[in-house]
């Protein structure tokens, strides 16, 4: 086997302007990109922390003890995220997931959602707000939640076997107490409940049967998700991804399935349906089969890059044009423009790594520099 390698790349601070164009681009609800595609869905990080140390995602060797988080003055602060989210949903955002690092590591975090959940779309819906969590801290955070607005959450499960999920999370957290920690989101009413697996060759692939038996029947619903190239300290091989083809392959020859139609434009999972009508299970594709075609998603950092891939290497420094800065004399930018340069940003986007992974350079895209998941959100 070969050496495993983890560069140490800290692409946090790498961040391109975000500038204000001379002729304001205004916010009208339907904004799309170089590729015609819409911005409908924000993701955003409210922290870079995460209290589990995944191999795919935050390794232990990289993030130890002394590995420098953000400082708590450099994360935007609730009423800065709400303000962006709110240029967002005018140019045309439905959708709002938070995520970490662990978002529920943030303190206070449901007075975000709360001040969130009080925005309205364009055509005056309430938004699509929801949050993704490893589920450590679920059990005691769901009832503010839900009291705060949050109308769903996704829980990251990569096995039920309790010394598989221990060795996983590597900080060795019971499976239990995730579990508990799930039924506290259903009672609460946050559903539906998703649970997302990241399935990994050699690691937790004999797990895929076990929970596709325990969550059948259930109101959960169930998502594989293929090993992903994010970041460069996960030492990612290819040999390692398990095809979401194969998957739905070893479930249907014990539990029979049915493709069921996508939920939504631009939706990431393809969704299977048991044949007996008890329930369903999804899978995503991202490594064998590209969905970059009709996707509508902008991510947002902690500190207030905004980044257009989530195999991007460099976000927008949006933080810049929010706070301004004291020392150039610059002020903070008005909701106009900051709504313009939001606007010019997504126009001139045309990322589709995932369409190009095996033909790109390094200097576009194909190497080693790309954002952590632990930093972006998956």
């Not at 070969?2 to 601070?13: F, G, N, S």
């Not at 989210?85 to 938070?98: C, D, E, M, N, S």
């Not at 649970?195 to 998502?223: C, Q, S, W, Y």
Request: proline share 5%; glycine share 8%.
């Amino acid at each position: 086997m070969a050496e495993r390698v983890i560069p140490l790349v800290d692409q946090r601070h790498a961040a391109l302007p975000a500038g204000v164009p001379e002729r304001a681009i205004p916010a009208t609800g339907s904004l799309s990109d170089s590729l015609g595609r819409p911005l409908r869905d924000l993701r955003i990080s409210v922290t870079d922390r995460c209290n589990f140390r995944c191999s795919y995602c935050m390794p232990k060797e990289v993030f130890d003890k002394d590995y420098p988080y953000l400082p708590h003055s450099a994360l935007l602060t609730f009423e800065e995220i709400t303000r962006v989210v709110r240029q967002f949903v005018a140019h045309g955002v439905r959708k709002i997931r938070l995520t970490g690092g662990e978002p529920l590591l943030r303190k206070n975090v449901e007075v975000l959602v709360e001040q969130l959940a009080r925005l309205r779309t364009v055509d005056g819906a309430p938004l699509d707000l929801t949050l993704t969590t490893n589920g450590s801290l679920l059990a005691r955070k769901a009832r503010a939640l839900k009291d705060a607005g949050l109308q769903r959450v996704t829980v990251s499960l990569d096995g039920l076997d309790d010394a598989v999920f221990r060795r996983m999370n590597d900080v060795d957290f019971p499976v239990a107490d995730v579990l508990k920690g799930i039924d506290a989101a259903r009672s609460a009413g946050l559903g539906p409940v998703k649970i997302n697996m990241v399935v990994k060759r050699g690691t937790n692939e004999h797990e895929i049967l076990p929970m596709a038996r325990h969550f059948k029947g259930t109101d959960i619903v169930l998502r594989f998700i293929e090993y992903m190239d994010v970041g460069a300290t996960n030492g990612w091989r290819m040999d390692e991804v398990m095809p979401s083809a194969e998957v739905v392959k070893l479930i249907h020859a014990e539990l029979p399935l049915a493709q069921l139609e996508a939920s939504a434009p631009g939706e990431t999972a393809e969704r299977w349906g048991y044949a007996d009508g008890t329930g369903e299970i999804g899978v995503i594709s991202s490594v064998t089969q590209a969905f970059c075609g009709d996707c509508n998603r902008a991510r947002l950092s902690t500190e207030g890059q905004l980044y257009l891939c989530l195999f991007a290497s460099r976000g927008h420094d949006l933080r810049s044009l929010i706070r301004g800065d004291a020392a150039k004399g610059t002020p903070p930018a008005s909701d106009e423009e900051l709504a313009s340069a939001i606007g010019q940003i997504w126009q001139g986007r045309s990322d589709r790594y995932s369409q190009l992974r095996a033909t790109l350079a390094p200097d576009q895209g194909g190497g080693a520099r790309r954002v952590e998941m632990s930093y972006i959100g998956g």
